[in-house]
């Protein structure tokens, strides 16, 4: 069982920035692809970024490219989303996710039904 703890959401304004951490439970956190989604008020969650075992691949959507960075730490066992140049479309909740799914396509990493733990979330309000 992996425990996700998000931290580092919050209330900022347009162009801001923050940074979400997430820290996760368990030894063999190098062993999970890591990925962040959101979901604002009536939408479905979608994917934002996602990283490799070994944070050597990384991997965004389109409308986040640019301006967000994910980056992992495993001898901390956390991964993180650096977010510059907020804009009020990226209110959200936002939550990661792991997942030590056997034979991995790199087209998995966007699909949220290849994760098998997800943390609780951390809301993430930009006012313009």
């Known amino acids: 069982q992996v425990q996700l703890v998000e931290s580092g959401g919050g209330l900022v304004q347009a162009v801001g920035s923050l940074r979400l951490s997430c820290a996760a439970s368990?030894?063999?956190?190098?062993?999970?692809?890591m990925g962040w989604f959101r979901q604002a008020p009536g939408k479905e969650r979608e994917f934002v970024a996602a990283?490799?075992?070994?944070?050597?691949?990384?991997y965004y959507t389109d409308s986040v490219k640019g301006r967000f960075t994910i980056s992992r730490d495993n001898a901390k066992n956390t991964v993180y989303l650096q977010m510059n140049g907020l804009k009020p479309e990226d209110t959200a909740v936002y939550y990661c996710?792991?997942?030590?799914?056997?034979?991995?396509?790199?087209?998995?990493?966007?699909?949220?039904?290849?994760?098998?733990?997800w943390g609780q979330g951390t809301q993430v309000t930009i006012s313009s």
């Open positions: 996710a792991a997942s030590v799914y056997a034979n991995f396509a790199v087209n998995y990493y966007a699909r949220s039904d290849k994760y098998d733990y």
């Open positions: 368990g030894r063999d956190f190098s062993s999970y692809r």
């Open positions: 990283i490799s075992r070994s944070g050597c691949s990384t």
